[in-house]
């Protein structure tokens, strides 16, 4: 299935290939297959491209987290503020 949907939908630019039914091979069955493929191709693309953003969203806030908190902690020099920061980053 997944061959000729790919095919009809990305490669021909076929969005008819959405209600193909295949009565042809089999007159009772009116599932529309490649409808099907192209929602689980869909989800399994947004999980795949999703991931990685929601990840780099994760590492942000909490680097911004921890810079606030480390100008809570009165450090005298630049030096142990980062320290303080990236000891906090690696035990996370």
């Not at 192209?38 to 929601?54: C, D, F, M, N, S």
């Not at 590492?59 to 000891?87: H, I, P, Q, R, W």
Request: glycine share 2%; proline share 2%; with cysteine.
């Amino acid at each position: 299935m997944h061959c000729f949907c790919f095919e009809e939908l990305f490669m021909r630019k076929n969005k008819d290939a959405l209600k193909t039914t295949f009565e042809d091979i089999d007159a009772e069955d009116k599932t529309p297959y490649c409808k099907e493929w192209a929602e689980a191709y869909a989800k399994l693309t947004a999980i795949k491209q999703g991931a990685p953003i929601i990840i780099a969203i994760i590492n942000v806030v909490a680097c911004t987290v921890f810079d606030l908190m480390s100008s809570f902690e009165k450090k005298y020099t630049k030096n142990d503020a980062t320290l303080s920061t990236f000891a906090k980053i690696t035990i996370l």
